[in-house]
């Protein structure tokens, strides 16, 4: 069974493009040169801050150390993309990933669709659940149960999103009838859900409009996407209605093939790290690759 890009176009992603083009000027260059490139989109990641002694294992190195300086910088992913909004009026805007139990649903319902009406309806919100328990510590936010309060605060924005006069009675949020507007511009904010867990698979079948591992290596992504696909079985959900976005790491050794593959599981769209576009040369090597191979795929 195919996902969502089937009978479709492959779809490019430019990852944490935020991360290498953090003033005005790199935003500027990167986002035209992505939608030159033929990229449908760009992402920002989030750590609001990085603790000096981290003891929680990163989930996507053998090691479990985390591959970023302490001094790496990590804008805001909802500041930068307002900011790429404007300067990119064809690309859609993406978190990959926000770390929803961080913050205020009822504050990040109005932040995602404030942006969302400037752009035209062009936000997608990546999330996840979070790692770095010493981040969790450090913003004074329960690590415990924050599944759950991730959960329940999807909720409370698809309410808040959905009509004025909403209320919520849960288990972290609790309140009587408000509006918040403006809302988003669909009414609605497809949200993706990132992780390899068997938590992060039955939270994307249960809640999201996306899936997004961070799984890169073919095989074993083959294998998550099949327990993917079988917990979909297991709910009642149609896996075509599941967008795959996947991950591009190795498969820049031979990024033809690469597509391929992944086109042929089923991937809706590649998420392109940026940092391949770091230092000097990097936008110019970006501009290649599109002429390469994003342009082949029309």
């Known amino acids: 069974m195919q996902s969502k890009c089937e009978g479709g176009d492959m779809k490019f992603g430019l990852a944490f493009a935020s991360s ?55 804008p805001d992913p909802l500041i930068w993309l307002s900011y790429a909004a404007a300067v990119a009026p064809t690309l859609k805007l993406g978190t990959c990933i926000l770390i929803v139990p961080q913050r205020n649903p009822l504050i990040l319902a109005k932040e995602l669709a404030t942006l969302d009406q400037l752009s035209g309806g062009r936000v997608e919100l990546g999330l996840g659940v979070g790692w770095m328990k010493e981040e969790f510590d ?28 909403a209320e919520f009675h849960g288990e972290f949020i609790d309140f009587d009838k408000v509006t918040c507007s403006p809302r988003p511009v669909d009414g609605n904010i497809p949200i993706l859900v ?7 698979i039955r939270r994307a079948v249960k809640l999201a409009d996306g899936y ?34 996947a991950m591009f790491g190795a498969q820049m050794a031979d990024p033809k093939k690469g597509i391929e593959d992944l086109r042929d599981l089923g991937v809706g769209r590649i998420m392109l790290p940026a940092f391949f576009f770091a230092g000097p040369g990097g936008l110019d090597r970006l501009s290649e ?10």
């Open 194 to 200: 990132g992780g390899d867990t068997d938590a992060a």
């Open 20 to 74: 290498i083009s953090i003033d005005g000027p790199a935003t500027i260059e990167i986002c035209k040169r992505a939608e030159q490139a033929g990229f449908e989109s760009v992402w920002g990641g989030e750590h609001v801050i990085r603790p000096d002694n981290i003891e929680s294992a990163y989930p996507y190195t053998k090691d479990g150390k985390i591959p970023m300086e302490p001094d790496t910088p990590v």
């Open 289 to 298: 690759f599109g002429e390469k191979f994003i342009a082949q795929q029309d």
């Open 138 to 165: 450090a913003l004074g936010v329960p690590w415990p149960r924050r599944g759950a309060r991730n959960d329940e605060y999807i909720e409370v924005m698809r309410a808040l999103w959905a009509e004025p006069h």
């Open 212 to 245: 997004f591992p961070g799984e890169g290596d073919m095989q074993r992504l083959t294998e998550l996407l099949g327990r993917v696909r079988a917990a979909c079985d297991d709910a009642g959900r149609d896996y075509a209605t599941l967008e795959v976005n």
